[in-house]
């Protein structure tokens, strides 16, 4: 049976194909990663991670049309998923809660309000 | 975007060759794309790292195609032969162990073995004509008392190649001389032969300058070697440069030739012709009486040399009267591991020993695998069910046997490998005891092919009786519960049986070896060998004997001081027996000489029997000393006075207790010593009792270098000249002790694997008995009675064969130890309680423990 929980990198992923929509192939990921969290991450890792996303269902992908800009070749495109979705939210539902629960920083907040 | 600028074409070949056909033009776009990008932006180098980068940055296990082709049937009955082979190995850790470690530590003694060997026999073959070439000896009867000489007369080689057809090319040499050359700086001492006739066409030696047919052509040449060219000559071609002998000649370096190599029996730093010119050698070439020379001959192919051997005989009986020499040839093959004689024939030498490391290694291997055998069908009951199993699904009987050889040869490659890193480790010591030069050149393919062979041979006998006898299981009998081996026990007890034999043969073995020496080094050596310096008389030394003594006598470091002609622990001059009045007609004894100056008995401490020592009164001239083994050969009896005649008439005036000079297991031979000072060629020097050997030789280094300003002081002790009588057997000792504690341990490492393995399997029966009433003690019995009988067996086997093969080498030894069978009883003593010992520390443990836990287990 397949993982069914987020790692780290893979939600930030799952967040970064949401934002990107269209243009969610493995290189423009890699880059807006770098760009998002100040890490450099390379294409394979990237590819990697979403070939295993895709594996548990929470992204699916499809082939776009060629472009003359990579001389006729396609790219691969990644959309989430119901399930994916659902992973995102449940993922935040429970940080929410912990978020919650910690009195040091819960109080702290109820001061800022 | 610039057209010239193309991502790396040798990364992209690697992607293609690497990755999923199907994300080929995913990935592929990808990467051209980030490659404009960031040439756009930036330098192109910056570009191409980032490509390569990213490239290898996908060889992750979901891009990586399958490189390798699906398996066939077979390869998958092999990957499961392997997988099944470790998983025996890790699940009988103990088992595994001892069978990997005997086997590794006997492969590490043939191996070690088999490098010596190889060094040995490779003595000479480097000749081209290895094997045409003899050196002349003769066997010299004494009244029955054969000895095997290569002492020559000088002219013989000579008559040798003009009269006998066969004979190619005859060469006489000295034997090596040591000289000391200078070029008026560097003073070296080096070793080297005179020799006679075309020497370099006989022997093979590689020419670095100059050439073999003018190096020996006039007298005044001497050919170097690389080394001591090296020494005098550095960086420059010598040939045709001087060298001097000190004090001597100035000589021509006419060639330059390679050292010659470690396994070459001939070894010299100089060859240099004899002086033809010299008066001396002049008068040589008629002189028949004279036996100082080795002579070397090299033949036609297929000569019969019984045809030379009479030849020769037949050249010496023509010039001489003597008759008693029966000339013969050696050939070169036998002169490093065939060269001793024991009355007159061949009896081996080196090849002995040889044989015997073979054989041990042999035996310590045959153990080794013994082991593998016995430990394998011992725990065949627990492998008898998957056996069944197989045999139920379709096995037959070949394909098992190939899965327990296929075992076998992977635990027999651990223990290769294994093998391999210890003889690595270990070669430096076995180096220094056996006093050999061997490397283990991993490199040489070769040896990879004896690995091959070791490894496959071995594989095959330790794996041979385990796949025979497991793979003939009836798969019914042992799926229905019956256990597959109760009554199997003989044939391993015949194993266990061979391996205590060779055990006890090995250590008694070492011990008579080790007796052996002891005996003779605690023999009375007649003399008394320590405190006693001797010194060649080089240079000056002996013409300024007399201010030397009075130096050395003055100086109160030194007690007494004598000049001989050879030193006391040798013997340069044999001789047939003097006559005397009395003496029994067709007696010939075979005597040592010496030749003395005054204080020879003093200096040497001898003790006397009889008589005085030479009082250096002119009467001395004319009289003898003899040792007891002359007074006893002649059967004189009340010999002092009585005459003898040596030439000359001369009286005996002292008989000496019998000191060895030559071999201390020979008995001393006959020995007359007369007084003749100026024939001296030795100086012996007794310190004084109270002074440090330290102290007193820089006084006499002082007084010996005010005589030879140009030479350094040489001194030896006596007691480390005559300690190195023993070296030979000494080394011997070493080796086979160290075999004898290497096959003890592999037999008790086996032992130790069968005790515990019986102990697991009579885990119950321990307890059932002590349930009703059996006590530890008789538990312990139980167990180790079975193994105690195999010993005792091993025992009796052991002990009659290793009396005769230690009775025959001790034949070898005049002066020899008797055999006592107590150290056979001792030997067998030490066995029964080591193996007791371990069969009872596994058992005791079960007879200790509650038998409800053992019995609770069904």
């Known amino acids: 049976m397949l993982e069914t929980r987020l790692g780290e990198f893979e939600e930030v992923l799952l967040l970064l194909v949401g934002i990107l929509g269209e243009d969610a192939y493995a290189l423009n990921i890699a880059e807006e990663f770098s760009k998002q969290t100040g890490r450099t991450v390379s294409i394979g890792a990237t590819h990697s991670t979403l070939k295993r996303l895709e594996d548990k269902g929470f992204l699916k992908s499809f082939m776009s049309q060629p472009t003359q800009v990579r001389g006729g070749r396609r790219k691969r495109i990644f959309t989430i998923t119901a399930l994916g979705t659902r992973a995102l939210e449940t993922s935040r539902a429970l940080r929410q809660s912990l978020w919650q629960q910690f009195p040091g920083f819960s109080q702290q907040m109820i001061y800022e309000f | 975007m610039s057209s010239d600028q193309h991502p790396p074409s040798r990364a992209q070949k690697f992607l293609r060759f690497f990755l999923k056909p199907e994300l080929w033009e995913e990935v592929s776009g990808d990467l051209d794309e980030q490659f404009y990008t960031s040439i756009r932006k930036g330098s192109s180098r910056k570009a191409y790292w980032i490509y390569w980068l990213q490239v290898l940055h996908y060889l992750r296990p979901f891009a990586v195609r399958k490189l390798i082709n699906t398996p066939s049937n077979l390869s998958i009955m092999y990957q499961h032969n392997l997988l099944i082979g470790w998983r025996t190995i890790r699940k009988n850790k103990l088992f595994s162990i001892i069978n990997i470690g005997g086997l590794a530590l006997g492969m590490a003694v043939t191996i070690l073995i088999t490098l010596w060997i190889k060094e040995e026999i490779s003595y ?516 002092i006075g009585k005459q003898i005649e040596y030439g000359d008439p001369f009286t005996i005036i002292g008989i000496m207790e019998n000191a060895i000079m030559e071999s201390p297991y020979e008995q001393v031979s006959p020995l007359m010593v007369f007084y003749a000072p100026d024939d001296a060629g030795y100086i012996h020097v007794r310190l004084a009792d109270n002074v440090g050997p330290v102290d007193a030789l820089a006084a006499m280094e002082t007084i010996f270098t005010e005589v030879n300003p140009d030479l350094p002081f040489e001194y030896e002790f006596v007691d480390e000249e005559f300690g190195k009588k023993f070296a030979h057997e000494e080394r011997i000792s070493k080796i086979i002790g160290a075999f004898a504690a290497i096959a003890i341990f592999i037999c008790c490492l086996g032992l130790l694997g069968m005790a515990t393995f019986t102990v697991q399997k009579r885990t119950r029966e321990i307890a059932v008995r002590k349930v009703l009433g059996a006590s530890v003690s008789q538990v312990l019995i139980l167990i180790s009675r079975d193994f105690i009988k195999l010993v005792l067996i091993a025992l009796i086997i052991a002990g009659p064969v290793t009396y005769l093969i230690a009775k025959n080498w001790l034949e070898n030894y005049e002066y020899r130890i008797a055999l006592n069978p107590l150290l056979f009883l001792l030997v067998g003593a030490f066995v029964v309680i080591i193996s007791l010992s371990i069969v009872c520390v596994n058992a005791l443990q079960k007879a200790r423990a509650n038998p409800v836990l053992s019995l609770h287990d069904e």
């Open chain 2, 124 to 639: 000479d073959r480097f000749h081209k004509n290895y094997s045409n070439i003899y050196q002349v000896i003769a066997n010299r009867d004494f009244n029955g008392n054969i000895f095997t000489d290569r002492n020559m007369v000088f002219p013989l080689a000579r008559f040798i190649d003009e009269e006998i057809p066969q004979v190619d090319h005859a060469v006489w040499m000295t034997h090596g001389q040591t000289v000391q050359f200078t070029d008026g700086i560097t003073i070296t001492q080096q070793r080297g032969h005179q020799v006679g006739g075309p020497f370099f066409d006989l022997l093979n030696w590689t020419f670095i300058h100059g050439n073999a047919s003018t190096a020996l052509n006039d007298p005044t040449n001497i050919v170097l070697t690389r080394s001591m060219a090296d020494i005098y000559f550095k960086g420059k071609n010598p040939v045709g440069k001087t060298i001097r002998i000190l004090q001597g000649d100035d000589l021509t370096v006419a060639a330059v030739v390679e050292d010659p190599p470690a396994n070459s029996s001939i070894s010299f730093d100089f060859i240099r012709p004899f002086d033809i010119g010299d008066p001396g050698i002049k008068k040589l070439e008629n002189h028949w009486n004279n036996y100082s020379w080795n002579i070397l001959i090299s033949t036609e192919d297929h000569t019969n040399m019984k045809s030379i051997d009479a030849a020769i005989t037949d050249i010496m009986e023509r010039h001489t009267e003597n008759s008693n020499s029966t000339y013969f040839t050696h050939p070169l093959k036998d002169w490093h591991l065939r060269a001793e004689f024991n009355a007159g024939i061949n009896s081996g030498g080196l090849i002995q020993y040889l044989q015997l490391f073979g054989l041990v290694a042999a035996i310590i291997l045959i153990i080794a695998c013994i082991n593998f055998m016995n430990l394998s069908t011992a725990r065949s009951s627990n492998r008898a069910t998957e056996i069944a199993v197989r045999k139920t699904l379709g096995s037959n009987r070949s394909q098992l046997i190939q899965q327990f050889f296929f075992e076998t040869i992977i635990l027999t490659l651990f223990a290769f490998v294994l093998a391999i890193i210890s003889v690595y480790l270990v070669l430096p010591y076995f180096n220094l005891i056996a006093e050999s030069n061997l490397t283990l050149d991993l490199f040489d393919p070769s040896w990879w092919l004896v690995g091959l062979v070791i490894i496959l041979l071995v594989g095959m006998i330790a794996g041979s009786y385990p796949a025979l006898y497991l793979s003939g299981f009836k798969p019914v009998s042992i799926l229905k519960g019956a256990k597959p081996m109760e009554k199997q026990h003989l044939p391993r007890g015949i194993l266990v049986v061979f391996q205590f034999v060779a055990s006890i043969a090995l250590i008694s073995g070492t011990l008579i070896v080790f007796e052996q020496i002891n005996h003779v080094k605690s023999r009375d050596v007649g003399y008394d060998p320590d405190n006693l310096i001797m010194i060649p008389g080089r240079g000056d030394i002996l013409q300024e004997y007399e201010v030397i003594k009075n130096e050395l006598l003055a100086s109160g470091r030194v007690q007494s001081v004598t000049r001989t002609r050879s030193p006391i622990t040798q013997i340069w001059w044999r001789s047939p027996a003097p006559n005397w009045p009395g003496r029994p007609p067709e007696t010939d004894i075979l005597f040592s000489g010496m030749t003395t100056g005054f204080d020879f008995v003093k200096t040497m401490g001898i003790s006397m029997q009889q008589g005085r020592d030479f009082t250096g009164t002119p009467g001395d001239t004319a009289s003898v000393l003899l040792n007891e083994a002359a007074v006893k050969a002649m059967q004189l009896e009340d010999p």
